[in-house]
C-alpha cells in the first residue's frame, strides 16, 4: 500500500491488488464494502484524521490494484467524523509509461506523447515484468494520451 498526502484536501492511495485476492472487485458491492474497511483501517493506522465530507474515486484494475484519490470536498463543522461519497470507475483504461521505447516495443497498440511511450494494461501477459519500471496511467491523463497521442508501430 502507498499513500501520498497532496495536500490536506487530497490524498492519494494505492493498494495492489495482492491485497484484495479474494474479492471480485468486478462486484460494485463487495468493492465499496472493501473500500469503506480500507478508508477506516488508513484513517485510524497513519492518524489522518479525516473529518468532513469526501469523495472518493475509485479506479480498480485487477492485474495491478486499486487506486483511491481521497477529496475532501467540506468540512464538518458539527461532529468528528467523515462522511464518504464513493464513485467507482469500473471500465476505466490504464496504461504504463515509460520513456524508454525498448520496454514496450513488442507490444502492440503503443502510443507516443509528451515525450513518453504508452502501451495498454490489458495488452501486456505479464504486467509485473514491466510494473516496477513505467508508471501507471489513468483516470483524466488517459484521455489525454488516447487524444493528443501518436500511435507507434
Not at 495491478?64 to 468528528?80: A, P, Q, R, T, Y
Not at 520513456?99 to 505479464?126: C, G, L, M
Not at 519500471?133 to 493528443?148: P, S
Amino acid at each position: 500500500m502507498k499513500i501520498e498526502m497532496i495536500n490536506s484536501d487530497l490524498i492519494n492511495v494505492f493498494i495492489s491488488n495482492f491485497y484484495f485476492e479474494d474479492i471480485d472487485i468486478d462486484k460494485k458491492i463487495e468493492l465499496v464494502s472493501l473500500i469503506k474497511n480500507l478508508i477506516s483501517k488508513i484513517d485510524s493506522r497513519y492518524k489522518l484524521n479525516l473529518n468532513g465530507f469526501y469523495k472518493i474515486k475509485v479506479y480498480p484494475k485487477k492485474q495491478v490494484g486499486i487506486f483511491l484519490h481521497i477529496i475532501k470536498i467540506d468540512d464538518n463543522e458539527f461532529s468528528e467524523g467523515a462522511d464518504f461519497r464513493i464513485v467507482v470507475y469500473q471500465n476505466e483504461r490504464f496504461f504504463l509509461e515509460t520513456e524508454d521505447y525498448e520496454k514496450i516495443k513488442n507490444y502492440p497498440n503503443k502510443r507516443y506523447y509528451n515525450q513518453k511511450f504508452y502501451v495498454d494494461i490489458d495488452d501486456i501477459i505479464n504486467i509485473n515484468s514491466l510494473i516496477e519500471f513505467c508508471n501507471i496511467i489513468y483516470g483524466d491523463d488517459v484521455k489525454d494520451i488516447l487524444y493528443y497521442g501518436k500511435e507507434v508501430k
